[in-house]
């Protein structure tokens, strides 16, 4: 088939380890030639949007580019923005280049990161995102910190960027006498010239729409009316174009940003221009009003409330246009000079950094986000609320009293969030960590002391537990292996933690994961060391010995996968540290992904393996050898394991083993974070969602 690259390129690597690294790319295939027989059987032209799946080879492919590519297509999920997907194992044969405009944007991106190049690593990736929506150098942990406070509309493309920009040229325009239909060619240059940079994908063109719309709102006068008629034609012609636009969540969360700044911003800033002045009023009302608008949607997704965004926005709003323009500017100089676009950039990565501090200070404070029920019931409720505060929104702004109390409440809640008073409960001592597809445990030291052992896939998952835990120093960090759902989210736990030491397997593979834990190590000043064969240790409360790894196979080659095509389990999870951990009168077994041929060598070793509780290995999984999990006897069985995850996990046979053994089990993927307790002697567990129950 021949297909048109439609995105950058992103290299993956599986977190089983059962594949070597692939790659993920956007792509439209335009001709299809099926073969009988070994032989060409007619060629079919279409216009189908699939997610390209293939080799590390496909990681030079270019936007724009037409590439011929022999693969299997596969069914998609009904009502997404992808009809297939196409699986390939051959490496692409490149038809053409790129489109000469589409080369001219690529240098002026390219001359864009140069000039940050020398900036910190927050700074080199978010200066290229505020500017052009290239957010390849966005790191995974100040994603997460955008996410809980409210500011992810500015690490992507969206109207945000393009109305800063019309912002800065149109009046700058009629200062130098542009009048008219002047400023209407200047106006359409500039959106032209920012679908082009950002590249005229969907997203892109959804967001200079409502970039367009956000602006004329804000214009007063009959601008508002204009603004409501441009917004509804604007959501009829985009559904025309493209029905799978009503199920996307992002198009929803644009629209609905955008009619709260047509619809609520104008009264709302009239409001505070009463006692504020007239550029806060603007700087308050616009993010009130879209977040207020957005908030079920974010709830439903995400099952969280923000209670920072605004905040959040308003003190990194008038950061975002100096930074933005600067950025331009330096990517235009950069065509030019490097070095007088290293220095414009230098000046951009100044009002970076501020917007960067925002979003680290605000995601630590403990109230910055608040669980809430991703139910039907739970969203209606949210959502009569929102509406029950913008009616009555306009009184509160308009009086400074009322302001100033709400903003007292506000800060209360941040500070001192209600569910901390309840949850977790004050006496745990065993937490397993709502991470997803992946395992992150927590073992109580001490007061705001715990020991950790793996960090789940996601950074942000795993701070926000340790957070609700009030974990502030870790003296051990364990890392079972290396694969990424038990280390992916170590930079959540070393975000403003101190942390004493990393523990590891010695069984170095995947070695792109290991490489980037000693490598994020090394940046935190942690040591990291690697686990000796039943070596007992002791932090605080917290005692354990490790029962495995005895002895390990050897490490494969540099740059090749470990994983086995037999019936044995993979080398990596064969090789996960466990440990018999000791812990307010509770043993636990802590067992990683052990695959039952290490389970059985365990059981063989001939060691103690009775246990209170069970952290069932490899999420539960249908490999376990049943005389292991007998010799555990636990009375309670813990799995680690994501909503709907690919695997499988738990697996019914699983589930079924340990019912035959009377062992009480509960998961993650069902329970959310799962809390052990043994007050008095009385092991009991609680979720977020439940009371206590022994």
Known sequence: MRVRIDGDPVLKQSTTSRRPPY?????????????????????????TPVLLIGTAKWKE????????????????????????MLSTRSPPRVVDAPPWWLRAAERVRAGLRQAVAHQPEDVRGLVPALV??????????????????GL???SAVSGTNLTLLLAFLLPLARLIGVRARGLTVVGVLTVVVFVVL???QPSVLRAAAMGLIALAAMTGGGGQRRAVRSLSVAVIVLLLLDTSLARSAGFA???????????????????????????????ISCPLAAQIACTPIVAWLSGQVSLVAVVANLLAGPMVGPATILGFVAAGIALLSTGLAQVVGWAAGWPARWIILVAREG???????SAWPATVFGVAVLTLLCLALVFGMHRILARPIAMILATVVLAVAVLRPIGSLGWPPRDW????????????????????????VDTGPDPAAMDRCLTDLGVRRIPVLVLSHFHADHVGGLAGVLNGRQVGEIEVTPYFSPRAEYDRVTELAAQHGVGVRTVAFHEQRVVGQVSWTTLWPAKVPALPPTGTSSATSTDEGSPENNASIAMMVEVGGLRIMLTGDLEPESQRAVLASGVDLRADVLKVPHHGSARQDPAFIAAVNARLAVISAGRDNDYGHPAPRTLDLLSHDTVRTATTNVSGSLVVTNTNSHLSLATRSSEAVG
Request: net charge negative.
């Open 23 to 47: 790659v993920v790319v956007k792509a439209t295939v335009e001709e299809v030639r099926g073969r009988a027989s070994g032989q060409p059987s007619g060629s079919v032209r279409v216009r």
């Open 61 to 84: 492919v270019r936007y724009g580019q037409h590439v011929d590519a022999t693969g299997r297509l596969e069914r998609a999920d009904s009502g997404g923005e992808v009809a297939a």
């Open 132 to 149: 052009m929506g290239d957010v390849s150098g966005v790191s995974a942990e100040l994603n997460a910190d955008f996410r809980t406070t």
């Open 152 to 154: 992810t509309h500015l």
């Open 198 to 200: 950002a590249r005229p």
């Open 253 to 283: 969360l644009s629209v609905l940003a955008t009619a709260g700044i047509v619809l609520l911003g104008p009264g709302w800033r009239d409001a505070l221009a009463r006692w504020l002045p007239g550029w806060l009023a603007d700087a």
């Open 363 to 369: 995601a630590d404070l403990p109230g910055a986000e």
């Open 429 to 452: 001592l065993f937490v397993v960590c709502d991470v997803g597809q992946g395992d992150g445990l927590v073992l109580k030291a001490g007061d705001g002391t715990a020991v950790v």
